[in-house]
């Protein structure tokens, strides 16, 4: 059974630094093919793909923020981890951490995290 | 980066109804097209993947069809717990994008 949990410092301070982890369990990152995303979604509104790390340490990340995502993993902890810098306010969102599979027949983003609420202010 | 034009942007049925919500990309995702349902404070649920195939648990009234630059999600028979917002995805290129959401209502 796959499970995802994130946590973060739920509030923190335009031009900080935001760090989350996603705690996960039933799939190990060190298997080829999985990956874990971090997706967001502000309130009331859509959801937006931000990175994905990859079983062999690859990441992908969303140009449209451009240098300041960086996605990695720690597989021995079964741990996956996003830093998003120089936040402002429209990086307020609700994150969510998503197990991921490189496999294009496999039914993608299938398991979500509960998701972790996320607000910059000062 | 490929923009998901979703409609309609709200949508009020009966418990019964044939609804039927439509997903557009911006260029040919052949059916590499996903469909979430997301109920009030809940992370969102894969409905259907790769345009056409029925996730493992979700009920038989939930469909999708379409390939290339238009595709539907279609519930045969609304029902009370159907209350959510849709979401479209397309997985056929990086960065991955969504379909801004469908709010289904009950009438």
């Known amino acids: 059974q796959v499970t995802l949990k994130e946590s973060g410092p739920g509030i923190l301070q335009p031009s900080h630094t935001l760090s989350l982890t996603c705690s996960f369990s039933?799939?190990?990152?060190?298997?080829?093919?999985?990956?874990v995303s971090w997706i967001r979604q502000p309130s009331g509104k859509g959801l937006e793909w931000l990175a994905t790390?990859?079983?062999?340490?690859?990441?992908y990340n969303n140009t449209s923020l451009k240098s300041r995502l960086t996605v990695s993993k720690d597989t021995s902890n079964n741990q996956a981890f996003l830093k998003v810098t120089s936040v402002d306010t429209a990086d307020t969102a609700t994150y969510y951490c998503?197990?991921?599979?490189?496999?294009?027949?496999?039914?993608?983003?299938?398991?979500w995290g509960q998701g972790t609420l996320v607000t910059v202010s000062s | 980066d490929i923009q998901m034009t979703q409609s309609p942007s709200f949508l009020s049925a009966s418990v019964g109804d044939r609804v039927t919500i439509n997903c557009k990309p911006s260029?040919?995702?052949?059916?590499?097209l996903n469909w979430y349902q997301q109920k009030l404070g809940e992370a969102p649920k894969l409905l259907i993947y790769?345009?056409?195939s029925l996730q493992t648990g979700i009920p038989s009234r939930f469909s999708g069809s379409g390939s290339g630059t238009d595709f539907t999600l279609t519930i045969s028979s609304l029902q009370p717990e159907d209350v959510a917002t849709y979401f479209c995805?397309?997985?056929?290129?990086?960065?991955?994008?969504f379909g801004a959401g469908t709010k289904l209502e009950l009438k």
């Open positions: 260029q040919n995702i052949n059916r590499y």
């Open positions: 790390i990859w079983w062999n340490g690859n990441p």
């Open positions: 995805l397309q997985h056929n290129s990086w960065p991955y994008t």
């Open positions: 790769n345009a056409n």
């Open positions: 039933g799939f190990s990152l060190s298997t080829y093919g999985m990956g």
């Open positions: 998503v197990h991921t599979e490189f496999t294009i027949a496999a039914p993608l983003f299938a398991y």
